[in-house]
């Protein structure tokens, strides 16, 4: 029931860097996994990170590990994510998104996501 709002999103050449940020509003009570997800065109939804707000552990796609950053301020209510040594293929769709899932990376795990920011890498 919460409303999720992305942005930080552009064009940048290959190995720059993007820091994206989500707005959250409306989540209280119990904890939630907070998790970045992006769509590529003729592809499944891809997990790319998760954090979880009760004790703020992280979880990272391997094709990520190293390059980008989940964190959440102190409220909760700001998501971000750093992305470094970017590679034109983390060129997509960067959705955040919220819920309760058992698999952190899992889009059909989540409930509740943002609109959406473009990110475009150039070789």
């Not at 050449?13 to 997800?37: D, K, V």
């Not at 992305?83 to 919220?98: S, V």
């Amino acid at each position: 029931q919460g409303r999720l709002q992305e942005s930080g999103g552009g064009s940048v050449q290959a190995g720059g860097s993007l820091r994206l940020s989500c707005a959250a509003s409306g989540y209280t009570g119990s904890p939630y996994h907070m998790a970045w997800f992006r769509q590529i065109a003729g592809k499944e939804r891809e997990g790319v990170a998760a954090i979880y707000g009760a004790d703020s552990s992280t979880f990272y796609a391997a094709s990520v590990q190293g390059r980008f950053f989940i964190s959440q301020d102190n409220s909760m209510r700001t998501l971000n994510l750093q992305m470094n040594r970017l590679k034109p293929e983390d060129t997509g769709i960067y959705y955040c998104a919220a819920g309760h899932p058992n698999l952190v990376l899992d889009y059909r795990q989540y409930t509740n996501w943002g609109q959406g920011t473009q990110v475009t890498v150039s070789s």
